[in-house]
């Protein structure tokens, strides 16, 4: 993040990106037929270039990673880390965790010209978050999280972004649902623009199927645009999600970690919903050049790195069995102990076409 000075004239180059506000991204969606196809917030994985590589591949709306609200404000060391933007970013929302509507407001002033929208987190069921009131803790704190809308909402018009970027919500639910819908209107009358419903308890393990027919219910119910972030693993997992249940978006975690271009099929071809999901294609090697050309000019720490190529290169859950490295390739992977090491390794794997792609930089 630029830290401007006092007298200071910086040259920058804000994306073109920031002048769209997401609301306009559900209604070309809709245009579309289809439903917004969003990136979550993982934990360090979805920086920058991670980010640029999956809206490459046909993702409308990325996250950053959760940001603690309360360090970004008072640490320039935690705003340099944790957001980073670039002149060539797709439509971003920053999430933070927070609990105090003041810090909130204070973390959104910092952040408001480089962002397309705020993000509440009340969804990580992390033991150390819920201790501190953070992520879904924050499920039992409606008239808390109302109010951080509210203060999240009032800087952005401060600041001049009113009607112009946007403030949501990520939740989980509760085991009675007229809890959840209670929380659900507290924040639209708060003013949430929409939400993303991961339809799992705090204490539901994502290896245990997602409470869809709650995911129903509370698409129905809402007022304002829904997202789910439950299970989507597949392009037909998306359209089956969103012929079913009512929802404007879907979300992707684990699946995009794995296929980073899981969505890319929609701009050329169409899927019909009806598609069953083992027909679609795991992770390409297209896609694998394009994130590694993104991290050179975007960089991540190198144990980052080997952690995606891996989730690219050996999910059999994407791939049907036709991973793109063999057991003994992606042995030989992990051993790399640089990211020359790796450039060399990928190299050789890729001889055959003559190497890794190279893209040239792009001109501002």
Request: with cysteine; glycine share 4%; aromatic share 8%.
């Amino acid at each position: 993040m630029p830290i401007i000075k006092p007298g200071e004239d910086p040259v920058l180059y804000l994306p073109s990106s920031l002048d769209i506000n997401p609301l306009q991204l559900f209604d070309m969606a809709k245009s579309e037929k289809r439903p917004l196809f969003c990136s979550a917030p993982m934990v360090r994985y979805s920086k920058l270039a991670f980010r640029q590589t999956v809206a490459e591949y046909g993702v409308d709306l990325t996250w950053t990673p959760m940001i603690l609200a309360k360090e970004f404000n008072r640490s320039v060391f935690a705003r340099d880390s944790d957001f980073t933007f670039a002149p060539q970013q797709p439509p971003t929302i920053v999430q933070f965790g927070v609990n105090s509507p003041t810090e909130l407001l204070r973390a959104t002033t910092l952040v408001a010209p480089y962002i397309n929208g705020i993000d509440i987190n009340c969804g990580c069921p992390q033991s150390w978050a819920c201790a501190e009131t953070l992520g879904a803790a924050l499920m039992h704190k409606r008239e808390l999280v109302a109010e951080m809308v509210r203060e999240a909402k009032l800087a952005l018009e401060r600041e001049g972004y009113k009607n112009k970027k946007t403030v949501s919500v990520k939740m989980r639910v509760h085991k009675d649902l007229r809890q959840t819908k209670d929380f659900i209107r507290a924040v639209e009358d708060a003013g949430a623009d929409f939400i993303t419903i991961h339809p799992r308890l705090r204490s539901t393990p994502s290896s245990n199927p997602a409470f869809l027919a709650d995911l129903e219910i509370l698409s129905q119910f809402a007022s304002v645009p829904t997202i789910s972030n439950a299970d989507i693993f597949s392009l037909s997992d998306a359209f089956r999600q969103y012929k079913s249940y009512g929802i404007d978006g879907v979300m992707s975690a684990r699946g995009i970690l794995e296929n980073p271009g899981m969505f890319a099929q929609q701009r050329a071809n169409p899927l019909p919903m009806e598609q069953d999901a083992q027909q679609i294609t795991g992770c390409t090697w297209d896609v694998v050049e394009t994130f590694i050309n993104k991290i050179a000019r975007a960089p991540i720490p190198f144990k980052l790195v080997v952690h995606h190529l891996s989730e690219m290169v050996g999910s059999d859950r994407s791939q049907k069995g036709n991973t793109l490295m063999t057991k003994e390739e992606r042995g030989r992977l992990m051993e790399c102990a640089n990211m020359c090491e790796v450039i060399d390794f990928l190299d050789d794997i890729r001889k055959d076409n003559g190497g890794l792609r190279r893209d040239e930089c792009p001109t501002l």
